[in-house]
């Protein structure tokens, strides 16, 4: 009898583990070539002017170089190299005495954030957002996480995607856009609601200023080829 129960048991386990496993890989496969329509902060974003991210999607090869440099100089300066961890930063982020706790999120964890999840540090959360974190890395190429994320993250309140955000604060579209317009952007994604591209503050000159000087570093837009070994 115990015998039958344990089995039974471990019938349910190995179910619950294949569902799991399953809804995984349909929430990170099909990035790989379909974009999501909304994501879960868009959703919950009562000031999002449209809730359809797919009609004002940029594709990546319609997005300027610079963009994708800046946000990679401002926010994930080793996202070639990584498989979704930055565990230098994340070591610096425990081990450091700040005021203010330094980020350690990859382009990818934000990307997950974004697309699935919700604001908070719980560890739960965290733990959810490392695991989708390892599956999008195995499923989608670097450029297409790129792509990704410059259309489903905000750059001002409720201003989501970088087609809306450089129509709106520039007049053109992401494909035009300059260096200094392109660390503008990046500059503002720590706290888009805080900061602002229209009106940018001391502070906002500033880390667009650093941002510029990291892209410069970096080797300019052939750092992009990097994505690709």
């Known amino acids: 009898m115990r015998l039958k129960k344990m089995n039974y048991l471990f019938k349910i386990m190995l179910s619950v583990v294949g ?45 300027s170089p610079e963009i994708f440099l800046a946000i990679m100089a401002a926010e994930d300066q080793k996202f070639p190299e990584h498989f979704g961890f930055d565990f230098g930063s994340l070591r610096k982020a425990i081990t450091e005495k700040r005021s203010k706790p330094r980020g350690a999120s990859t382009i990818t964890q934000q990307l997950v954030k974004n697309l699935y999840l919700w604001p908070g540090r719980s560890i739960f959360r965290k733990g959810v957002e490392a695991w989708l974190t390892l599956w999008i890395e195995a499923f989608v190429s670097k450029e297409r996480i790129l792509e990704l994320y410059v259309n489903v993250v905000e750059f001002g309140p409720g201003i989501y995607g970088v087609g809306e955000a450089t129509n709106r604060f520039y007049g053109i579209g992401p494909k035009r856009i300059n260096r200094f317009q392109a660390a503008m952007l990046a500059a503002v994604l720590p706290s888009p609601k805080r900061y602002s591209v229209a009106k940018p503050s001391g502070y906002v000159f500033e880390r667009s200023a650093d941002i510029r000087r990291s892209m410069q570093a970096l080797g300019g837009v052939g750092f992009l080829k990097e994505l690709k070994k």
């Open 19 to 63: 569902f799991f496993i399953l809804l995984t890989v349909m929430l990170s496969l099909p990035l790989r070539w379909f974009n999501p329509p909304i994501t879960a902060f868009v959703f919950n974003d009562e000031k999002a002017e449209s809730l359809n991210l797919r009609d004002k999607w940029s594709a990546y090869k319609d997005v």
